[in-house]
């Protein structure tokens, strides 16, 4: 099973907008709305953003909102902070072979 | 506090085999599902496979490229879960982290041992 399809790295500036879309398949993101965000910082483990394709867990910034769309998510970031640099990760529950998938990863850059 | 505590990672030859462990504690351990995950270097995040809890059977699930090869399996006395890796090869590389699992995403993440497969 491949890797859910997200873009290499997306950039702004600080107090802007991004949104990170992870493309996958009927069988795992259109399948059902198990889909989750990490964030990654260098050297760090991930840390769950978002769950069940739009709830953030407590203690996540409502900066941070997903969404889905068919066969495709989406992670939107609002009012972009410094500290939002990181790698960011989709992973959709699939229920087949493989259970779960993760995205390809995206770099956030803050200019 | 929920901690997650991997160890046992080494360098292997190929073919070689390893186990790894992860030590929980701050959360009923028996009823968890525990994930295990892997990131190469420079690279993403893999899924490697899941044990359930035993009221769910304990069943196991794996990935492709390691059906066959990997065992994971639990003790619920010891708060512990445990990675056995057969037949390594050299793209088994990475950083394994272990990962409580909560309705269906990964929750809570320990910060990974790293196991190296080369001659």
């Known amino acids: 099973q491949s890797a859910l399809t997200q873009p290499r790295s997306v950039s702004e500036s600080p107090g802007q907008s991004v949104t990170i879309s992870c493309t996958g398949t009927?069988?795992?993101?259109?399948?059902?709305?198990?889909v989750s965000w990490y964030q990654q910082h260098p050297g760090q483990a991930p840390k769950v953003m978002i769950y069940d394709v739009s709830k953030r867990p407590s203690g996540v910034p409502d900066r941070f909102s997903g969404s889905k769309s068919g066969n495709t998510a989406s992670l939107t970031i609002t009012g972009l902070q410094a500290e939002d640099e990181a790698d960011y990760y989709c992973?959709?529950?699939?229920?087949?072979?493989?259970?779960?998938?993760f995205g390809t990863g995206t770099k956030v850059t803050v200019l | 506090e929920v901690q997650l505590v991997e160890s046992g990672g080494d360098l292997v030859e190929p073919g070689g085999s390893l186990r790894v462990s992860c030590a929980a504690s701050g959360f009923s351990f028996p009823d968890a599902w525990m994930h295990w995950v892997r990131q190469a270097p420079g690279k993403g995040l893999e899924w490697v496979g899941l044990?359930?809890?035993?009221?769910?059977?304990?069943?196991?699930h794996y990935a492709a490229p390691v059906k066959g090869r990997f065992t994971i399996s639990r003790d619920d006395s010891k708060n512990t879960v445990f990675l056995q890796m057969n037949s390594l090869k050299t793209e088994d590389t990475a950083l394994y982290y272990c990962?409580?699992?909560?309705?269906?995403?990964?929750?809570?993440w320990g910060k990974g041992t790293t196991v190296s497969v080369s001659s």
């Open positions: 992973c959709s529950y699939s229920g087949s072979y493989t259970l779960y998938v």
């Open positions: 990962v409580t699992d909560y309705f269906h995403h990964m929750n809570v």
């Open positions: 044990i359930k809890n035993k009221r769910d059977g304990g069943t196991t």
């Open positions: 009927s069988s795992d993101v259109g399948a059902n709305n198990y």
